[in-house]
């Protein structure tokens, strides 16, 4: 095939158009497998045809009405599909597909795809399933780059996409945006695979590289939608604002060899400034939306406070530490109440800090918790108890998967070896 | 679609509850069926004699083995179940949320696999 303009034409729109044809497609045709079909159908027929009629005025409709020709004739062609589901379902999507208006307009477009990421993070999928259908079916990824972001083989990844499609297609799971109350219920399970996609992305858990940085742009990517799509959501707003003033920090993150480079230790003049005012923003906007406070939201203000501080001394820790005390309300975890030790050995001193971790692990939570025990280490070399810390530091080396996090806490074993004897 | 609730509860802990526990469970059961009658929702239900009243049949080699009890030992026994016409799995578990054993036990919710004619 030659790459002439009109190529071009179609790839272009294709970058710009092809997540929303698909979920309105699936919103008409009812079925994952038929819509994508119809999609890559309609875009080989505007290859063929845009050459002589001319890119007509609204591509998004023509390739919608193609694709949705494509599916009824294939419906109508396949007699073994059609003696499957024969029933209403296939009746109602052929009646639904036939009567696409020419233009439906931009917000009948933003519905369906806050359809589809409804539907492929729905709590009858498993968590698995909600990550590989939201990649693959909400950002358009391959499957063969969501099964290597999971670190499986894409033989794998395409059994559990068929099976969570399948799922979707026998139990009866809707294509539908949720009514208010289960509306509040759904949207959190929605952000967690979002955050979730960010976090493997930010913090892969196993192997060699640090950052995926594929995962943290299309996570963001996604908070931009769902942000576009449901306007003035304060947890959407603060998930974004999160997102962005992490993914800010990224380039400072990690030295040219793969290993981590602390927060305290960054070089602040790497930040990603852009991404900061974006973030810093967004948490404005979300911190005074009338309603409850977003749990995303206080983890966003206290990464605002981080990214404020154009040196490490200037980090305004007491904030920081009030930050902490208002998410341990709204969502008790061990991580946050970890997090609240560090930030009030900042204010207070390693001895307090050390007594609250001690605490945690007293009431046996996280006790495998790696960053715990690297923690403590640190708290204890502060307090002059090298030995101790050692220790420390052991325990968390034995229970650290990611390399470069390792090989950090090697370091600092070897710093406290290196040590005179006695000390 | 049709939808199968199927209610799974403990037959123990059901089997040592109070004569006024049972009165009011029953009393439940009894509105949430008229509810979901008059919402067009219902097609059927029954509720089952307890396991030990089960008897399991295999067929082996054309040999037929009868034999006590279930067909597997469980925490939680299938106790009874509804058939209703359902929307979406949205509308069918919202119906099965509301079923007074969902309170106890679990419900587990099977779209009906309609056979082809």
């Given at each position: 095939m030659s790459v002439g303009p009109i190529d071009r034409v179609v790839d272009e729109v294709f970058r710009r158009e092809a997540g929303r044809v698909l979920a309105t497609l699936i919103r008409l045709l009812g079925d994952f497998d038929l819509a994508e079909e119809a999609r890559q159908e309609a875009f080989t027929a505007a290859i063929e045809q845009w050459e002589s009629t001319g890119v007509p005025a609204n591509p998004r409709a023509w390739l919608i009405k193609a694709g949705r020709n494509k599916a009824v004739d294939r419906i109508r062609r396949d007699v073994v599909f059609r003696t499957k589901i024969i029933d209403c379902e296939t009746a109602s999507a052929e009646a639904d597909a036939a009567a696409v208006p020419e233009d439906e307009d931009d917000s009948t477009f933003g519905d369906d795809r806050l359809r589809l990421i409804f539907t492929c993070c729905h709590p009858a999928l498993s968590a698995e399933a909600h990550v590989a259908l939201t990649l693959r079916?909400?950002?358009?990824?391959?499957t063969q780059a969501v099964a290597r972001a999971f670190l499986v083989s894409e033989e794998t990844m395409a059994q559990r996409l068929v099976r969570a499609k399948k799922k979707i297609r026998d139990a009866g799971i809707p294509y539908e945006t949720p009514e208010p109350p289960l509306f509040n219920q759904r949207i959190h399970g929605v952000l967690a695979v979002v955050y979730g996609v960010f976090t493997e992305g930010y913090?892969?858990?196993?192997?060699?590289?640090?950052?995926d940085a594929e995962l943290c742009a299309e996570a963001i990517r996604l908070g931009r939608l769902l942000d576009e799509l449901l306007p003035v959501n304060p947890a959407v707003m603060g998930l974004l604002a999160l997102m962005l003033l992490h993914d800010a920090r990224r380039p400072a993150r990690v030295s040219q060899d793969g290993d981590v480079i602390l927060l305290e230790d960054q070089d602040r003049t790497l930040w990603d400034q852009a991404k900061i005012a974006e973030g810093l923003a967004l948490v404005d906007r979300a911190l005074s939306t009338p309603g409850p406070l977003s749990p995303y939201a206080v983890q966003a203000a206290i990464a605002a406070l981080h990214v404020r501080a154009r040196k490490k001394e200037d980090t305004d820790w007491p904030q920081i530490v009030g930050l902490y005390e208002v998410l341990l309300r709204l969502q008790p975890s061990p991580v946050i109440e970890l997090n609240h030790a560090v930030a009030v050995s900042m204010v207070d001193g390693a001895a307090r800090a050390l007594d609250l971790v001690d605490s945690l692990t007293a009431r046996g939570q996280?006790?495998?918790?790696h960053l715990l025990h690297a923690a403590r280490g640190r708290f204890l070399q502060q307090l002059g108890r090298p030995r101790e810390a050692r220790e420390a530091y052991r325990s968390a080396l034995a229970l650290a998967t990611l390399e470069p996090e390792r090989r950090l806490l090697k370091a600092l074993i070897e710093g406290i070896d290196g040590l005179p004897a006695g000390v | 679609m049709q939808y199968l609730l199927l209610i799974y509860s403990n037959e123990a802990e059901m089997a040592a509850r109070t004569a006024s526990a049972v009165a009011s469970m029953t009393a439940e059961y009894t509105e949430f069926t008229k509810g979901i009658i008059q919402a067009g929702h219902f097609k059927a239900a029954d509720r089952l004699r307890p396991t030990s009243a089960a008897t399991t049949v295999r067929v082996r080699n054309g040999q037929v083995a009868v034999t006590d009890g279930p067909f597997a030992e469980t925490r939680e026994q299938l106790g009874g179940y509804y058939q209703v016409e359902a929307k979406n799995l949205d509308e069918a578990t919202a119906i099965a949320a509301r079923i007074p054993g969902a309170k106890y036990g679990s419900i587990e919710v099977r779209p009906i696999w309609p056979v082809e004619a």
């Open positions: 079916e909400v950002c358009g990824l391959t913090a892969v858990t196993t192997g060699t590289r640090l950052v996280v006790s495998d918790y | -």
